[in-house]
């Protein structure tokens, strides 16, 4: 059972406009969400994350927004670009220092391609 | 600073044989992950960890088994190996004191494939 659902396995946008990712969650104990970069042939290279008392985290062209109420949350890329072409993962994980609960769950992943 | 090295990179082995891949985390960082990546379930954790101890482990059969070195290079070993065991093998490192996910970073992977 999915505890990380990413429902779109691929999106397609236009050099310029805006990327939005979607990842929703079922675990209300969660409460830390990151965002993972892979490019083929490498390992995941973080991008951006947000702990619960945010609701929105910004880094430069990256933006991440959380809504715990709906249990969701969205990579938002603006402009996008050629070079983020790449599968997108969403992470999440419980309580930071919860001892064993240490590890992240992760999504499927979304398959960004913007094309010139 | 050099990064995650997995080696080897690409592995083909049969069904029934067991295979040992390895890890060299950044350095100065003392924990390791282990992920299997496969198209249908993505990145499911093994394993981590931390100063030659196992301090988490994921819901894999027993056949998965991992181990650190003092020098906090990690290796992972599937023995009798079944088709379904072929994915990506992904390590990750961190700093104890800066995990938060964001402290991970991942190696390239060594692609495992079974026939």
């Known amino acids: 059972d999915q505890q990380v659902k990413q429902n779109s396995p691929s999106l397609s946008v236009q050099e310029g406009r805006i990327s939005i990712l979607n990842c929703d969650y079922t675990?209300?104990?969660?409460?830390?969400f990151l965002w993972y970069k892979k490019y083929p042939a490498e390992g995941p290279t973080f991008l951006i994350s947000?702990?619960?008392i945010k609701d929105k985290n910004e880094d430069g062209r990256f933006t991440v927004f959380l809504n715990k109420s709906a249990k969701h949350l969205s990579l938002h890329i603006v402009p996008s670009q050629p070079g983020d072409s790449a599968v997108y993962f969403c992470?999440?994980?419980?309580?930071?220092?919860?001892?064993?609960?240490?590890?992240?769950?992760w999504g499927l992943g979304t398959s960004l391609a913007v094309n010139p | 600073k050099a990064g995650v090295t997995q080696t080897p990179r690409y592995l083909i082995k049969t069904r029934g044989q067991q295979v040992t891949l390895s890890c060299s985390p950044i350095?100065?960082?003392?924990?390791v992950s282990w992920y299997q990546q496969t198209p249908g379930q993505g990145l499911q954790f093994l394993f981590e960890?931390?100063?030659?101890?196992?301090?988490n482990k994921g819901n894999f059969p027993g056949r998965f088994s991992g181990r650190q070195f003092s020098n906090s290079r990690s290796e992972m070993n599937v023995s009798t190996l079944e088709l379904g065991d072929s994915a990506l093998y992904l390590c990750?490192?961190?700093?104890?004191?800066?995990?938060?996910?964001?402290?991970?970073?991942f190696g390239s992977g060594t692609r495992l494939t079974v026939v």
């Open positions: 990750a490192s961190s700093r104890e004191s800066t995990w938060s996910g964001d402290g991970y970073t």
């Open positions: 350095s100065g960082h003392r924990s």
């Open positions: 960890y931390f100063s030659e101890t196992q301090r």
């Open positions: 675990n209300s104990m969660f409460d830390y």
């Open positions: 947000i702990s619960s």
């Open positions: 992470a999440a994980s419980p309580t930071l220092n919860a001892g064993n609960n240490r590890k992240l769950i």
